[in-house]
Each structure stands twice: as structure tokens, then as C-alpha cells.
């Protein structure tokens, strides 16, 4: 079961029950699940780069860019309580240079990865 995790998910307890959960599965349903858990495991390890790392540069730059509607919104719940929001990981992240994309790919199998991309809508 372990080679259907990779990447696998940092924290033990959860990588664990990653394994369990698939374990008790029937043979032809495992090798999508996995997939979803190597996606979300790739993309929660991306998240965490940006833990404690937020500053308040980052959320103001961040606000501007938001809709007048939901930049109140934001306004009104602050900083602190902004810190842990996705978006707003991903756009500390990215302002240095640390792409959701790029790393998503490096981390990724190639087949992971098409995946990832088909399910982005095209404009």
C-alpha cells in the first residue's frame, strides 16, 4: 500500500490512516483514492511551507487584489485571523517566488500531474 502514497502525507497519524482507509477498500476503487491523497498530500505539504511565515506585508498586498466586496469582508476579520487562509498562504508563497504549480509538478508523478491539469478548466 505504501507505494500508493507518494508523496505521502507528513504527519504519521494521517499518512496512516491514508493507508487503512485504502486498505479496507475494494481492489478497483484504490488507485483512484490514492490519487486524490497523493494530490491533497502535494498540496497540503506547499501549505505548510508558509506556516509562520505570513507577514502583514503579504496581507496587505493581498487585499488589494481582492473584489471591494470580499476585501471588507477580510477587512473586518484582520490580519491574525486571515494568516490561515489558504488564498492567502498561497499568495505569500508565491510573492516569493514559491509557485503552487511549479511545485506541484516537481512533487507530482507525470501521471499525477496530467491529472492535476486536466481538471483545470480552460479559458
Known amino acids: 500500500m505504501e507505494h500508493l502514497l507518494q508523496p505521502r502525507h507528513p504527519l504519521d497519524k494521517y499518512h496512516q490512516s491514508q493507508l487503512e482507509f485504502l486498505a479496507a477498500l475494494p481492489e478497483e476503487q484504490r488507485a483512484e483514492h490514492a490519487r486524490l491523497f497523493r494530490l491533497g498530500n502535494a498540496s497540503y505539504r ?33 490580519f491574525e485571523q486571515s494568516k490561515s487562509s489558504l488564498a492567502l498562504r498561497r499568495h505569500a508563497l508565491e510573492r516569493r517566488d514559491q509557485g503552487y504549480s511549479a511545485f506541484m509538478q516537481a512533487i507530482l508523478s507525470p501521471a499525477d500531474w496530467a491529472y492535476q491539469q486536466s481538471l483545470i478548466p480552460e479559458s
Not at 505548510?48 to 477587512?75: C, F, H, K, S
Open 46 to 78: 506547499y501549505q505548510q511551507q508558509a506556516v509562520g511565515e505570513i507577514t502583514e506585508a503579504d496581507y496587505l498586498d493581498w487585499l488589494e487584489g481582492l473584489p471591494a466586496n470580499m476585501r471588507r469582508v477580510v477587512e473586518q476579520e484582520g
